[in-house]
C-alpha cells in the first residue's frame, strides 16, 4: 500500500512512501528570504518530511534541486553540503537544474530516500 503524506502543497502530496522507498518534496516556508535561508528551510522540510516516513537525510539516494538562478548554484551547494554533513563519497546522487519558479521562490527538492 503506498503511504501518503499531505500537506500545504496545491494539488500534491509532501511525500509518499511504498514498501522501502519514501518521496518527498519542499520549497522554503519563507520565500522572502535569500537563497541560503530558502535552502535552509527547504532541506529542514525534506529532514521532517523523511522523518515522519522513518527516513532522514542519511538514507537519501537521489535528489533533484530546481533553483531559479543557477549563479546561486554556489550558495545553494555550501547550504546542501553543511546539511549533509558527511564526507562526499557517502552523498546522494543529485541533479541541480536552473528553471523558472512560482513567484518568489528561489529553490525546490525532491528526494528519493530509504526506509530505515
Same mark, same amino acid.
Given at each position: +500500500? #503506498? @503511504?501518503?503524506? !499531505?500537506?500545504?502543497?496545491?494539488?500534491?502530496?509532501?511525500? !509518499?512512501?511504498?514498501?522501502? &522507498?519514501?518521496?518527498?518534496?519542499?520549497?522554503? !516556508?519563507?520565500? !522572502?528570504?535569500g537563497i541560503e535561508e530558502q535552502t535552509?528551510?527547504? $532541506?529542514?522540510?525534506?529532514?521532517?518530511?523523511?522523518? @515522519?516516513? *522513518? *527516513? %532522514?537525510?542519511?538514507?537519501?539516494?537521489?535528489?533533484?534541486?530546481? #533553483?531559479?538562478? +543557477? $549563479? %546561486?548554484?554556489? $550558495?545553494? %551547494?555550501?547550504?546542501?553540503?553543511?546539511? &549533509?554533513? /558527511?564526507?562526499?563519497?557517502?552523498?546522494?546522487?543529485?541533479?541541480?537544474?536552473?528553471?523558472?519558479? @512560482?513567484?518568489?521562490?528561489? #529553490?525546490?527538492?525532491? /528526494?528519493?530516500? /530509504?526506509?530505515?
Amino acid at each position: +500500500m #503506498i @503511504e501518503r503524506k !499531505s500537506g500545504i502543497y496545491d494539488g500534491r502530496n509532501k511525500s !509518499s512512501a511504498y514498501k522501502d &522507498l519514501v518521496w518527498t518534496v519542499a520549497t522554503s !516556508s519563507d520565500t !522572502s528570504a535569500g537563497i541560503e535561508e530558502q535552502t535552509r528551510l527547504t $532541506l529542514a522540510t525534506i529532514e521532517a518530511n523523511l522523518n @515522519e516516513l *522513518s *527516513s %532522514d537525510k542519511t538514507r537519501i539516494v537521489s535528489a533533484q534541486v530546481y #533553483i531559479a538562478n +543557477m $549563479l %546561486d548554484k554556489p $550558495l545553494m %551547494d555550501s547550504v546542501w553540503q553543511a546539511w &549533509l554533513g /558527511v564526507h562526499p563519497q557517502h552523498w546522494p546522487q543529485r541533479a541541480c537544474l536552473g528553471v523558472q519558479l @512560482e513567484g518568489n521562490v528561489l #529553490i525546490e527538492v525532491t /528526494v528519493t530516500a /530509504v526506509r530505515k
